[in-house]
């Protein structure tokens, strides 16, 4: 790795960032790309549109290459998660009766969107996946014949629980099971590859393990799904004749920009772009051995503290890059307040404290986290 950490993160040295399960801080290169952008809307205003459209299309390649989707056809640029997991789960046509499973840990995006299907008659099972040595299992234990679509979170937002998602990818293969994954809480992290799992959905914003700001997603739709999912946005922007404003008929495009349906957040594509391109560089072999090389060193030096209990899953393959602990003897938000004043930024999750450091996190900030947390 060529590349000068603590140049590309410079961080306040009063800062231990630990909180990337939830929003990250920027890179130099982000943070300059985002003034850049500025500089130039200041001082010329849109004369280089084709360029920023050049910076357009690079985002969509970096996030092909990132999922190892087919082509960059099905890729679209979302606002959020959320937006994401609606425009499948209000795409797809149900009949009353069907179901959805998911598990009891996700975050409200993968469980609300679902629950909300109620008025169609559309029921949500949750798969209980704490304490057992096989969540896959308990997951797929809940399939039936009216089983329409299987959707988890790669990894849960506050235990930090990693799904087998290939197992789950296979059996939904094998028993025409759509299959939806929310990989915010991976994606940037661990590598991906939505072909080997057999994804028909994938989603994830930028702001958290990729680096980039908020309120710019990647959402992959298989190909063969495309045309399964109704639109419910329309607009200039997602019909095949982009830009050919005079035209009096119209078609949907053929690609994954059907699902956007007007101007494109440019702003934050220059940002996400940036984060992106750091990520590639380091490369994502290298980005995942180091996050779960961390969460190790955490679970490890948490478990020696007398105090603490341990809340996330200790097991190889089953943790990412969140690490949830509490402590026994004192109370969770009264520790978070203790860490926020030695400038350590965690959050208060799933019942205890999480820690969340990114690849680049320095083994002394991660070290020293951990003695506060004992004291
Ligand atoms: C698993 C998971 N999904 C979705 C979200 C929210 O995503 P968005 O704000 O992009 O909709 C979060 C945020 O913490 C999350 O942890």
């Not at 092909?64 to 960059?72: D, E, G, I, K, S």
């Amino acid at each position: 790795m060529s590349l000068d950490l603590s140049q590309a993160f410079p961080l306040n040295d009063n800062i231990v960032y630990l909180n990337h399960a939830a929003c990250s801080p920027w890179p130099r290169r982000t943070a300059e790309a985002v003034q850049g952008f500025a500089q130039e809307n200041l001082t010329q205003g849109t004369k280089n549109y084709p360029q920023w459209k050049l910076q357009e299309i690079q985002l969509r390649e970096q996030l092909q290459r990132l999922l190892n989707a087919p082509t960059v056809d099905d890729i679209a640029l979302l606002k959020n998660t959320s937006e994401a997991l609606s425009v499948v789960a209000y795409g797809l046509t149900w009949q009353a009766g069907d179901n959805v499973i998911i598990t009891d840990q996700e975050f409200p995006s993968n469980r609300i969107v679902w629950e909300s299907l109620q008025n169609q008659g559309v029921i949500v099972h949750q798969a209980p996946i704490a304490n057992t040595p096989d969540p896959e299992a308990a997951l797929l234990a809940l399939v039936n014949s009216r089983t329409r679509l299987i959707s988890v979170s790669s990894v849960q937002y506050a235990s930090g629980l990693r799904l087998d998602l290939a197992k789950i990818g296979a059996f939904c293969h094998a028993n025409q099971i759509l299959f939806c994954i929310d990989v915010i809480q991976s994606l940037g992290a661990l590598q991906l590859d939505v072909q080997a799992i057999h994804a028909d959905f994938v989603m994830a914003d930028g702001h958290k393990w990729l680096l980039g700001p908020e309120g710019l997603a990647v959402f992959y739709c298989h190909p063969e799904q495309r045309e399964q999912l109704q639109l419910k946005q329309f607009g200039w922007h997602m019909v095949e004749q982009l830009y050919d404003f005079d035209a009096k008929t119209w078609q949907v495009a053929s690609s994954a920009r059907r699902f956007e349906c007007g101007s494109p957040n440019m702003l934050g594509i220059h940002a996400l772009s940036a984060s992106l391109s750091l990520l590639a560089e380091v490369g994502m072999a290298n980005i995942q051995a180091q996050v779960l090389d961390n969460s190790r060193y955490l679970l490890d030096a948490l478990a020696q503290c007398a105090d603490i209990e341990i809340l996330s899953p200790l097991e190889d393959n089953r943790y990412a890059g969140i690490v949830t602990f509490r402590h026994r003897k004192r109370d969770s938000t009264n520790l978070l307040g203790h860490l926020s004043q030695q400038g350590i930024v965690c959050a208060e999750r799933g019942g205890g404290i999480r820690f969340s450091p990114h690849f680049y996190t320095p083994r002394a900030q991660l070290k020293w986290a951990v003695e506060q947390v004992a004291l």
